[in-house]
């Protein structure tokens, strides 16, 4: 069997990297905080390729607190739509969502939670809190041309000093360290290949903020 021809190899990581980067995003409103993420499509063929992805997340949070009060913060990311292709390239699904964050500074983190969400496949979305890192994991698969709601991740947190504030934010500083990742399935020729790609933000805004008294 002949190799596939280079022309073919090149575009399997754009197709992956815009199977986030042609992402639509619902219209933002107030509460709304915009983010601009930096990613990278490492595929099995051919060199990695960068690009960026728009997205948005909503919080909730009070605007202060007494030191020591329990509270929830609730971050909730906006409704997203996959492309169904791609130059010419069919998106076949996204899988193995992966959205971090750190356990807010001044605070305790007492229980992590999710709520919400739609059209994220058969898997069973999760959440789990390792080394100070809250992780949303949604397994998928979401198919190319679905619209779909990531859920919302609830903190329950416990107000730490009077006189400090306690900031939520996403995880990630480079494409080694990401606080976004996925798997893109791009069929190419008579195969599909899996397209791992890692995010982060940049820049890095603050989702909410609660001042402790």
């Known amino acids: 069997m002949r190799p596939a021809p280079t022309l073919k190899r090149l575009p399997v990581a754009l197709a992956a990297g815009a199977a986030l980067v042609g992402i639509a995003v619902a219209p933002a409103s107030a509460a709304t905080t915009p983010l601009a993420f930096a990613c990278q499509a490492t595929p099995p063929i051919g060199g990695a390729q960068t690009f960026e992805v ?3 997340v909503d919080a909730t949070a009070p605007a202060s607190i007494a030191a020591g009060s329990a509270f929830r913060v609730s ?12 130059s010419g390239y069919t998106v076949k699904n996204i899988n193995n969502i992966k959205l971090s964050m750190p356990v807010p500074a001044n605070s305790t983190l007492t229980g992590q939670s999710l709520s919400g969400g739609s059209g994220l ?7 789990a809190v390792s080394g100070g890192t809250v992780t949303m994991t949604v397994p998928g698969p979401i198919n190319g041309g679905a619209t ?10 416990t107000a730490g000093a009077a006189g400090t504030s306690i900031t939520t934010q996403l995880a990630g500083t480079s494409y080694s360290s990401p ?13 599909t290949v899996n397209v791992p790609t890692s995010c982060y933000p940049a820049p890095n805004p603050v989702l909410s903020t609660t001042t402790v008294s």
């Open 54 to 56: 728009a997205s948005g």
């Open 179 to 191: 606080g976004l990742t996925f798997t893109a399935k791009v069929p190419v020729i008579f195969v």
């Open 75 to 86: 971050l909730a990311p906006t409704t997203m739509t996959v492309p169904g292709s791609v």
């Open 121 to 127: 496949g058969s898997g069973t979305p999760s959440v």
């Open 148 to 157: 779909f709601t990531l859920p919302t991740v609830n903190l329950d947190l």
